[in-house]
């Protein structure tokens, strides 16, 4: 007689959801199919360090192949789900179409610019992949190459001013690592220019930075951020991005430089199922984070909006969210598939708040963790401790652990590479020279003086 086939579950997204789902499934009696539009599993909460040239991607990040090589039951196709048909348990992919048995839905959230992505998002890019960090690591150099090479006053003051939109976590660490890196790492490298002389601008919409944060540690936060050199302007909403600068209400801050870290929106995977969604295209799941009249269809991550029963708040979008999510499903989706428990016996999904952990710049970072809430020296160690203690793979974690003690000593970031035509960049943000007679030669700039050493006393 021949054996029934075990249950085909396919998971779309391989970040923290639908990794540490495929993960926990390992031994479980089904077949996996994990696709992802991208092969590697990347480790967003360091895609900053990238973007500002302290860590190179392949640090935080691995190909999802070889992450789940060694499980026989797992197959990992590269492959963008269109929309999906719940009726006929099908999943139509750009290319092809794939039935399921069990289906977990984990593609995540991308930038939201509140009705502006056409007009803004070409002058603000946001980070959430690693082409992301990469072109912002990429705008972020040449604005210095571009100064030096600048004569004009005004036009150099704007080359070297970074404006970040966006005062949550992400907004915190890119302001205040871009502020230590332009005052810190970079001034002996420029002759023409003082880059300690950068403005990085912190604009937040609230009435105070990291608004999921205590308000003593928000507050800690703006106050570290001040003594890096970063201005923040709270209460402050963005009107207009375009190639020169920003408005913010009525008044217009000249930047060559945005970058956008204001706001999410979720997959449009999401809105195919059938099912209600809020304004930012997020699913509303069961407790089960099954959607309904659907048991065998599951939205975990940035996708869903899940109530915790137990405390009757919103489970946050955060990393250690998705990767319960992730381990949860895979559990029943398990036992189901072994016959020890039925889709109505399944418990509601809990999440555990391990604490919440930014950093600010070197040795600066706040926590709260349990009802404690510390900010300084320590906070930071515990940060880089649990960061890389989840990264991926030992040579990820080896390599990021030494990178960062050598960058605390040397106060240097190895990975400032420009990548892409540097050199075609760099004449597009210099200043228009359109209007000048055609026998006009712009003078580079002179060195600065070297500051006066002090008299040797003999």
Known sequence: MQSQRPPHVVILGGGFGGLYAAKKLRKAPVHITLFDSRNHHLFQPLLYEVATAALSPADIAAPIRKVLSKQK?????????????????????????????????????????????????????????????????????????????????????????????????????????????????????????????????????????????????????KRDLAKLGAEVRLNSFVTEIDAQGVKVGQDRIEAENVIWAAGVQASSLG?????????????????????????????????????????????????????????????????????????????????????????????????????FNFAGPFAWLLWALIHILQLIGFRNRLIVMLQWAWAYIIFQRGARLITGNSHLELRRSRTDESDLPPASVRPLPQPRAAPAEPARRY
Do not use: C
């Not at 036009?155 to 005052?183: D, H, N, Q, Y």
């Not at 036992?335 to 930014?358: I, N, W």
């Open 73 to 221: 039951n797992t197959t990992v196709l590269l492959g963008q789900a269109a929309s999906i048909d719940t009726a006929n348990r099908v999943v139509h992919l750009v290319d092809d179409v794939i039935h399921y048995d069990y289906l977990i839905v984990a593609t995540g959230a991308t930038h939201s610019y509140f009705g502006h992505e056409q007009d803004w998002s070409k002058f603000a890019p946001g980070l959430k992949t690693v082409d992301d960090a990469l072109e912002i690591r990429r705008r972020f150099l040449l604005a210095f190459e571009a100064a030096e090479r600048e004569a004009d006053p005004d036009a150099r003051r704007a080359k070297l001013t970074f404006i970040v939109v966006g005062g949550g976590p992400t907004g915190v660490e890119m302001a205040g690592t871009m502020s230590e890196l332009a005052r810190r790492s970079i001034p002996k490298d420029f002759r023409a220019i003082d880059t300690t002389t950068a403005r990085v601008i912190l604009l937040e919409g609230g009435d105070r930075l990291l608004q999921a944060y205590p308000p003593k540690l928000a507050a800690r936060a």
């Open 271 to 371: 809105a195919t199922l059938g099912v209600p969604i809020d304004r930012t295209g997020r699913v509303q799941v069961l407790p089960d984070l099954s959607i309904p009249g659907h048991p065998e269809v599951f939205v975990i991550g940035d996708l869903a909006k899940s109530v915790d029963p137990k405390t009757g708040k919103e489970v946050p979008g955060v990393a250690p969210a998705a990767i319960q999510m992730g381990k949860y499903v895979a559990s029943m989706i398990a036992r189901e598939a072994r016959g020890t428990q039925s889709s109505t016996q399944r418990q509601p999904f809990h999440y555990v708040d391990k604490g919440m952990l930014a950093t600010i710049g070197r040795a600066r970072a706040v926590a709260s963790i349990k009802g």
